[in-house]
């Protein structure tokens, strides 16, 4: 005897129990959803709805005891005019025309533009501008209005029963940004971390418990089936007493929020990171000629818990700002800082020096051998500050090299990189020269 199915409907919604969203930098996020459900004993479909439009149909699980799932399909096919037109074709509609009266016929093709009919024999093409309304007189099986799962799930005995949903998603991100201010003597720095999401998947998630995850996560790449059109978020800033809590995770940082969060669909929210904290800083002028021939301004802090930090800072972009005389702020630089472990230095590239100039020349190149050469360079560095300044001189070299002379000690810093320490009075010009031997 044939076994009748049960079709049922579930709604998500946070009403109905707990969601759990955890965001990675890349780009999705692992959702999760409890739910307690009611089954009849056997099989039964369920259509639950609604998903993200950009789901990831295959990393979809249900679980929950005494239940098993048969069969799911992720329905995708959403209700609208044109696909009702394509559902009907070889069946019969009715139109209604502006200039009035009707036509009823069957549907043999549809563009964007026009209908074509078969009324009573006779083939009939009607632009769509002429036509005020549609009538479809058969209804197709099933209609879907937002993205569907449904699933055929065997229970052992009818009854409610908790279970989890968990699936992936694309569409969900997120990323760190930093505001920095800079005090008078550049010697402190002022910081706020921010968490800005950004949420195109298609679907809210109301009162979640919102978890991200910093690092470098590898992903396989999966066929896309839908895609949801991109909007123009709207943007949410939250302020809250207090931030993400840290935590290691395997190999990379967790930050969970210690509240629930709403995260709209179209929407790009600000929360966060971590209240306001100070730490010591340098301000540093560098001049490196592979990069240039500028005098880059850079702020060096360490992140450790001494200095003030030690949290570790997801990857983001970090603005600074500084006083001027009148005590209003004024933007001063912006750098992307690397996902940046405690106790590891941070440096910060601003721009470059108006007030300092430095003039690269190379003024010989000698053959010694097949196999040796040198090369002799003059740098001069002129500060017109109203201080005395530290210019740190850097350059590049590859091969077996070193440093035949110098009239400034400087240090070797790696196999490819040597180090001066410039020191230039205010006014004043000071001239490196050196001369590097290549064998």
């Known amino acids: 005897m044939k076994k009748a199915l049960f ?9 109905l129990g707990e969601i759990a969203v955890t965001i990675y930098s890349e780009g999705f996020a692992l959702v999760k959803e409890k739910r307690r459900l009611e089954f009849p004993k056997g099989v039964s479909e369920f259509n639950y709805s609604p998903v993200p439009a950009r789901i990831t149909p295959q990393t979809v ?57 078969d009324v009573k024999g006779v083939l009939s093409a009607y632009r769509l501008d002429e036509v ?22 065997f229970a052992e005995s009818a009854g409610r029963r908790d279970t ?30 921010w968490v800005t999401i950004n949420n195109t998947c298609g679907m809210t998630f109301e009162e979640a418990t919102l978890k991200l995850v910093a690092g470098e996560v590898r992903r396989v790449e999966e066929p896309t089936y839908a895609k949801a059109s991109r909007a ?15 935590e290691a995770f395997f190999e990379y940082h967790l930050y969970t929020l210690p509240r ?16 306001g904290t100070e730490t010591d800083v340098e301000k540093i002028f560098v001049f490196e000629a592979s990069k240039g021939d500028k005098v880059r301004v850079e702020l060096e802090f360490k992140n450790s818990e001494d200095k003030g930090m030690g949290m570790p800072l997801p990857r983001g972009i970090i603005r600074v700002y500084k006083e001027d005389k009148a005590g209003a702020l004024q933007f001063v630089g912006e750098d992307r800082i690397d996902h940046t472990p405690k106790n590891e230095d941070v440096r910060i590239y601003l721009g470059n020096a108006f007030d300092i100039v430095a003039e690269r020349v190379q003024k010989d190149y000698r053959r010694i051998s097949n196999r040796i050469r040198e090369e002799d360079y003059e740098i001069k560095i002129r500060n017109h500050k109203d201080e005395d300044i530290v210019v740190t001189v850097v350059e590049k070299f590859w091969g077996d090299w070193f440093i035949k002379s110098s009239n400034i000690r400087g ?19 000071t001239v490196l020269t050196f001369t590097v031997r290549f064998q």
């Open 7 to 15: 079709v049922g409907i579930l709604i998500a919604g946070a009403a």
């Open 61 to 117: 699980h249900l679980s929950g005891d005494g239940i098993a799932v048969l069969e799911q399909n992720y329905e995708f096919d959403i209700v609208s005019t044109d696909r009702l037109l394509q559902k009907n074709i070889d069946k019969d509609i009715r139109i209604d025309l502006s200039g009035g009266g009707s036509v009823t016929g069957k549907l043999l093709s549809a563009t964007s533009s026009n209908v074509l009919m």
């Open 132 to 153: 005020v309304n549609i009538a479809f007189l058969e209804r197709p099986e099933k209609l879907y209005t937002r993205p569907t799962l449904v699933w055929k799930v």
């Open 164 to 193: 989890e949903l968990s699936y992936m998603t694309g569409g969900l991100g997120w990323s760190a940004a930093y505001v920095a201010i800079v005090n008078q003597a550049d010697t402190r720095l002022s910081i706020d971390g």
């Open 232 to 246: 123009m978020p709207t943007m949410m800033m939250e302020d809250a007493a207090m931030g993400f809590e840290e």
């Open 260 to 275: 629930p969060a709403t995260v709209a669909d179209r929407q790009e929210k600000q929360l966060s990171l971590f209240p």
């Open 411 to 429: 240090e070797q810093k790696d196999s490819r990189t040597q180090e001066w320490q410039v020191a230039v009075p205010k006014d004043g010009e």
